[in-house]
């Protein structure tokens, strides 16, 4: 009797033990998560207001993993670095392509996606920027007007 005695009070102690170090735990990490809201599929507001794209879902997916309560704050594109340095949040999640400038200022994660620019003419043209061999032709590009983003990479 008086083993089990003991031993029901060791399980006793350790749940108390348990649920006292629980109840005093630290709260969960609370990160602050910039990104833009207007760049689909992305990170975009659907039509009921709600962000959706792929840099929440890997911004959800992140908080989730590591126990984090994440709260997005939407800025824009102009204001995503000196939000950071300012402290505005914790950290982007907004396809922020890694520059040699930037890298002087911040810290990149691995890159969880890559983009490729892409030339587009208007059907039936006659424009070919490429040579056969795949290298790009300059001379075929002589005397076009060509659109670009603005403050992009």
């Known amino acids: 009797m008086k083993k089990s005695f003991c031993i029901a ?11 006292g170090v629980n109840a005093w735990a630290a709260e969960p990490l609370k990160l602050k998560i910039g990104t833009e809201g207007t760049y689909p599929p992305f990170n975009f507001k659907d039509n009921a207001g ?3 794209g792929f840099d929440v879902d890997i ?3 992140i908080c989730r993993r590591i126990g ?5 704050i939407l800025q824009e594109w102009d204001g995503m670095l000196p939000g950071l ?15 040699e400038e930037r890298q002087k200022r911040i ?8 983009s490729t620019g892409r030339f587009v003419v208007r059907k039936g043209s006659n424009i070919a920027p ?5 290298e790009l032709d300059p001379d ?4 076009k007007v060509l659109g670009g983003g603005r403050a992009t990479n």
């Not at 340095?85 to 520059?99: E, N, R, W």
């Open 9 to 19: 009070i060791a399980v006793i102690g350790i749940l108390v033990m348990t649920v």
């Open 50 to 52: 709600v962000l959706q």
């Open 59 to 61: 911004a959800n997916e």
């Open 68 to 72: 984090a309560e994440c709260t997005f």
């Open 85 to 99: 340095l300012a402290g505005k949040f914790d950290l982007i999640v907004a396809s922020m392509s890694i520059t």
């Open 107 to 114: 810290d990149f994660s691995i890159p969880y996606r890559g």
């Open 130 to 134: 490429f040579k056969a061999n795949g």
């Open 140 to 143: 075929a590009l002589k005397g």
